[in-house]
């Protein structure tokens, strides 16, 4: 099992910045890719930003690229996701999950999941 937990939503004015972070623990929590998503009100969830098992490989959804950076720790035991450039498009829960290193691009093999925390982004 894999542990979860992601912190660092809240409320921020367009144009801001906010830093999400997710711990990861539990057995084998080292061994996988790791991926944000967000959900909006209405809308089906979605993949932000992804990195491989090293973090030297990075994905991003055509809507953040050069806003939303993803990162891991040496001792990948958190992830991060740097925002910038907010838009009131970015409102939703963020979820931070976990996922096999060999289709860390399928949204379908994320198999480990956080409880989410909430962005708002105010215009």
């Known amino acids: 099992q894999v542990q979860l937990v992601e912190s660092g939503g809240g409320l921020v004015q367009a144009g801001g910045s906010l830093r999400l972070s997710c711990a990861v623990s539990?057995?084998?929590?080292?061994?996988?890719?790791m991926a944000w998503f967000r959900q909006a009100p209405g809308k089906e969830r979605e993949l932000v930003a992804a990195?491989?098992?090293?973090?030297?490989?990075?994905w991003y959804t055509d809507s953040v690229k050069g806003r939303f950076t993803i990162s891991r720790d040496n001792a990948k035991t958190t992830v991060s996701l740097q925002m910038t450039s907010l838009k009131p498009d970015d409102t939703a829960v963020y979820y931070c999950?976990?996922?096999?290193?060999?289709?860390?691009?399928?949204?379908?093999?994320?198999?480990?999941w956080g409880q989410g925390t909430q962005v708002t982004v105010s215009s």
């Open positions: 990195t491989g098992w090293s973090g030297s490989s990075t």
């Open positions: 999950a976990a996922g096999p290193p060999a289709s860390w691009l399928n949204i379908n093999k994320y198999d480990y």
């Open positions: 539990g057995r084998a929590g080292r061994d996988y890719a």
